[in-house]
């Protein structure tokens, strides 16, 4: 039989239900500026009904508030991770792109190509018969020439410090994405403590979703949630914990995070194969077990693609400077076979390697190792050590800073003014066979068109992500943002039924109120 009280408790539940609603928009309207927050609704659902005697049905008996729920699509959730991914990776590669095109500097009054055009102007200057015993136009090349390796290796210095440069990035990135799966583990903690009754902690949900959105954008993670090993069967109803996984090994298991290592310092081999001393960071799991940089993606990848990419399918620093050494050895090689056919104004020959009667030349070389006379760049059995020669060290023979002794000659016999071999070096600059790509200033050419063919795939990828990435974020914010209007609608919405549940109430208290006070007063 139905309770004499029982439209009080109906009443009641609907304007604490009301009343929750109302909470729940105002927290809502309150963080319509917060990110990473989503937005909260109250799933209330009929309370279990009384049954009526006689047969006459079921009567309702209010409403039960089931849950706080957050509106979120896990789906785009995991969208938007992946895109985001691959939006810092291009990014970071665009950037890095960015700064070697501005190294290169090219064409411009500075690059490279202009100095060597600059030299090659000299030479023009010092094969002219009336200039070719002067020693100013000598002084002219000999200026120049400093101006083409001076350019060469400058360009060089600038390209290793950035790749100290992306050395260092990556150790901060690496310590950026420990702080950030420390600070999911510390979370997780939480919300499995806040859920274990059986509550939802969906602000602490937000903050880690939030992180993970940040950590996603560094490294490309997996999520997966386990059994609690308490409660394998399910039957104890336990909270799921969240596992991050980088290619399979966890970053975050629950409450304990697996940190990446990028202490241990290694030689480079690309430089160590240039000779030179150059240390990198090796990225590794903490507890010293390998992990695969290609699984790492997002913008750590970025970084080291930039900083170890030395093929041409992974185009990196090491490239760019492995093809400006073989720039600075081949034009320093193919300038020194005809120099060392030469002879300078005083017909001086280098002991032991040139000929004094005038045959096939005095040896002397025209670029070195820097620091090196033309001596030092022989071998025992008298062939040039051109491998010596990088970007790097490029120089002038240390023999070339006596004019007199830059090779302008073909034979002792036609000094002075004959300039047979300055014009041979001349001929050098159309010389189409001396790299792949053609003549010096085709190389450098095909290198720069090279370079910018790849940030314009950078940029192009770069444009294309943030499109995506956005669009998905619209839609995720779309989906699960805080709309103003929509709030409060609602807020009008609860008022009304707060109000009409608060007027139920005060019905039922008067209707009870003619019961008890006047029922049966009528007529007295």
């Known amino acids: 039989m139905r309770s004499t009280f029982l439209g009080f408790n109906t009443a009641r539940s609907g304007l604490f239900a009301a009343q929750r609603a109302l909470d729940i928009t105002g927290h809502n309207i309150s963080n319509v500026n917060t990110p990473g927050y989503t937005r909260q609704r109250l799933e209330q659902t009929q309370s279990n009904p009384m049954s009526v005697m006689g047969g006459q049905g079921m009567l309702g008996t209010g409403v039960d508030m089931v849950a706080v729920k957050q509106l979120r699509n896990e789906f785009l959730d995991f969208r938007y991770r992946d895109e ?25 009054n500075t690059g490279i190509n202009t100095v060597v055009d600059q030299f090659f102007s000299a030479l023009q200057e010092l094969s002219k018969e009336q200039n070719a015993d002067e020693l100013t136009h000598r002084a002219l090349v000999l200026d120049r020439a400093v101006g083409v390796t001076t350019t060469i290796s400058h360009l060089y210095d600038q390209l290793e410090k950035m790749v100290v440069d992306l050395n260092f990035d990556v150790q901060n990135t690496v310590t950026t994405v420990n702080a950030l799966s420390d600070q999911i583990a510390r979370l997780n903690k939480q919300i499995y403590m806040f859920e274990i009754d059986g509550s939802s902690a969906n602000d602490l949900r937000d903050q880690r979703n939030l992180l993970i959105d940040q950590l996603s954008e560094y490294v490309k993670v997996d999520i997966v949630e386990v059994s609690d090993a308490n409660d394998p069967s ?77 093929t041409a399918t992974n185009k990196g620093l090491p490239y760019y400077i492995s093809k400006l050494n073989e720039f600075a050895r081949t034009f320093a090689k193919e300038m020194n076979e005809v120099a060392k056919t030469g002879y300078g104004l005083k017909g001086e020959v280098l002991d032991g390697i040139g000929d004094p009667d005038g045959t096939y030349g005095a040896g002397y070389l025209l670029f070195s190792a820097f620091g090196r006379s033309s001596e030092e760049m022989y071998d025992a059995d008298g062939n040039i050590q051109h491998h010596l020669i990088t970007a790097k060290n490029i120089g002038v023979s240390l023999d070339m800073q006596d004019l007199n002794k830059i090779p302008a000659s073909a034979t002792i016999d036609l000094l002075p003014g004959d300039a047979t071999v300055i014009m ?42 943030q499109i995506l990435t956005e669009q998905i974020d619209n839609e995720r914010t779309r989906y699960s943002g805080v709309s103003t209007d929509e709030e409060l609608a609602n807020m009008v919405r609860f008022q009304h039924a707060y109000n009409a549940s608060a007027r139920m109430i005060t019905t039922m208290d008067e209707m009870l109120d003619v019961i008890i006070n006047r029922l049966g007063l009528v007529g007295r």
């Open 84 to 108: 985001a991914n691959s939006l810092a990776y291009w990014q970071t590669r665009q950037n890095g792109l960015a700064f070697v095109e501005a190294m290169f500097n090219e064409p411009s």
């Open 234 to 310: 399910g039957k104890l109803n336990l909270p799921k914990k969240m596992v991050l996984q980088i290619n399979g090994q966890p970053m975050v298991y629950h409450d304990r995070s697996y940190h990446l290592d990028a202490s241990t310092k290694e030689k480079s081999p690309f430089f160590e194969a240039l000779g030179v001393d150059l240390e990198i960071n090796k990225i590794q799991w903490a507890d010293g077990s390998y992990i695969n940089p290609n699984s790492l993606q997002g913008e750590l990848r970025g970084l080291l693609d930039l900083r170890d990419g030395s």
């Open 424 to 465: 041979d070096m001349l001929a050098l600059r159309n010389k189409n066979s001396m790299f792949s790509e053609g003549k010096p200033e085709d190389f450098i050419k095909s290198l720069v068109a090279n370079l910018g063919v790849d940030l314009q795939e950078a940029m192009r990828n770069t444009a294309n992500q």
